[in-house]
């Protein structure tokens, strides 16, 4: 787009076309260059994907097996007061919950950081104006994505508390049957068991209406990007009647 709407720049005379009288072969030139970055970044977005999300799940493996060594580690008298659920959670589900919330998080932020960075000096090089356009839009769209990110950390937070609650719950029910008809706690044990089930219920609710604003958030960056693209034609279009 930068190419097409100002062809008299000082960068596009490195290009044996001449933008101004070949129009076909320019936009054949741009449409050519446009499809190759786009694979490149595609495919290295890929690689790093891959890379990432290994090393994630490897570094979940070590923090299991370090939690397993302690867990092998502890005295009888240790383990008699130890919750069976909260072990289970602990060297089961919590070190994968960190390498997927955690670990891939950070490394995915951290390559579109590399990227964006990469493109935000490229378009500064060409042109200011529309290094000042993509600020526009930069900002806008990390605030959305902070108030995304700390809902998410948020519920995440919450499933990670209550669902061990609602399990511990249940298995009280199942292994204490005989003791719970014979004081006649059926009411009180249903009770609790439905106010953790109701809880964990509202708190997933929650996380279900987070993941499907995706697509809302997509909407509103998309037509944050419309506008700045409006503005900046217009901008690029008084200047071509000045001069």
Request: aromatic content about 12%; proline content about 2%.
């Amino acid at each position: 787009l930068l190419l097409v709407t100002d062809v008299n720049n000082d960068w596009l005379k490195i290009i044996p076309i001449d933008f101004q009288v070949d129009r076909t072969s320019s936009g054949i030139a741009i449409a050519i260059t446009f499809l190759l970055l786009t694979m490149i970044k595609a495919g290295y977005h890929q690689w790093i994907t891959q890379k990432k999300a290994a090393y994630a799940y490897r570094v979940g493996a070590s923090i299991a097996h370090t939690q397993l060594q302690h867990f092998f580690g502890l005295t009888y008298q240790q383990y008699s007061n130890r919750d069976y659920s909260h072990e289970m959670n602990r060297l089961s589900n919590l070190p994968l919950v960190f390498a997927n919330n955690v670990i891939i998080p950070a490394g995915t932020l951290l390559t579109e950081a590399f990227l964006f960075l990469c493109l935000l000096l490229a378009v500064a090089v060409f042109d200011y104006i529309a290094l000042l356009m993509v600020m526009a839009v930069a900002f806008p769209t990390l605030w959305l994505y902070s108030l995304r990110k700390k809902a998410i950390e948020q519920t995440s937070q919450q499933i990670k508390d209550d669902y061990p609650r609602l399990f511990k719950t249940t298995l009280q029910s199942v292994e204490g049957w005989r003791d719970i008809k014979i004081f006649h706690r059926e009411a009180y044990f249903i009770s609790n068991f439905i106010s953790h089930f109701n809880k964990l219920g509202k708190v997933f609710s929650r996380d279900h209406a987070l993941h499907t604003a995706t697509s809302r958030l997509a909407e509103v960056v998309a037509a944050i990007c419309i506008t700045v693209l409006i503005v900046y034609a217009l901008i690029l279009s008084d200047s071509t009647h000045e001069t």
